[in-house]
């Protein structure tokens, strides 16, 4: 099953898919897997792992850094995945030095898919970040593009659609 969590800043997705990530497991059968996409770059960064870190502790994920090319991620069928952040995915692969560039989103399609055929259960987050009304420069905008078409691509394939809104999840699909 694919889960796509959404919502925008500070809603408390990240919670509410790492509950449901959780919820999903059968005990004794499934391994829990946390895929960070956050390349610590910089005080705020770190911050920012350090609080996902202590609201997974205790939760049974094993951790794995993939700021990039997900589809060389190894996954087992008995594998619970959570993949915590879609834009920060989008973000190391188009404007890193290891990443895909102008086809970031095509690679980062092939590797959901792939982890979906692969894993038992694959948890998305993404975030709103189309609502602030502001143009930006070009490259930006081409961000915020490719972001919407991966959106689309998983509200299409995604099994479950959900937004969280202050807290509040409200399933759409």
Known sequence: MVVFVVGGSGSGKSEYAEQLAVSLQEPGRDRLVYVATMKVLDEESRSRVGRHRSMRAGKGFETREYPTHLESLEVGADEIILLECLPNLLANEMFSKEGRGLQAEQAIRAGICRL????????????????????YDRMTETYKKQMADLHR???????RVVEVVFGIPVEWK
Do not use: M, N, P, T
């Open 116 to 135: 979906a055929e692969k894993s038992r259960h694959l948890v998305i987050v993404g975030s709103q970040v189309f609502e602030d009304g502001v143009e």
């Open 153 to 159: 691509f998983l509200g299409r394939i995604a099994d």
